[in-house]
């Protein structure tokens, strides 16, 4: 398999915008790979004095439906970032769409996070 991807960021004043696409094509043993993944975050960051950030997270990634039509569609990334959009690594970003929320706010020198992780 060879994978091809491309990241894409955007600030402006108060939020932040992070989005990255990738595909994969080749072969896996006998059969043709084509696999694609999607991953964007979109954050707005509210207080001026204690900053809370809150952000919309989406990941997508292409799965397989019919394992005998000789072509591979599961994407499977070789070094996954399984903490992309939590410190839990609780899943692995193959054949799933996922949407959630995230929010956090510093303390002094200590920054409190929390997500709700995908159903």
């Known amino acids: 398999r060879e994978t091809l991807g491309v990241r894409l960021t955007w600030r402006g004043p108060g939020w932040d915008t992070a989005a990255q696409v990738a595909v994969q094509r080749g072969r896996t043993g006998d059969r043709r790979a084509e696999a694609r993944a999607l991953g964007a975050e979109a954050a707005r960051q509210f207080g001026a004095v204690v900053p809370t950030r809150v ?3 989406l990941g997508v990634a292409s799965g397989d439906s019919d394992p005998t039509d000789g072509v591979v569609r599961t994407f499977d990334p070789l070094y ?5 959009f939590s410190s ?4 692995f970003p193959a054949n799933q769409v ?15 996070s929390g997500d709700v992780p995908p159903g």
């Open 80 to 84: 996954p970032n399984l903490g992309v």
């Open 88 to 91: 839990a690594p609780l899943y």
């Open 55 to 57: 952000a919309l997270q």
């Open 98 to 112: 996922n949407i959630g929320v995230a929010a956090s706010r510093p303390f002094g020198t200590l920054t409190l």
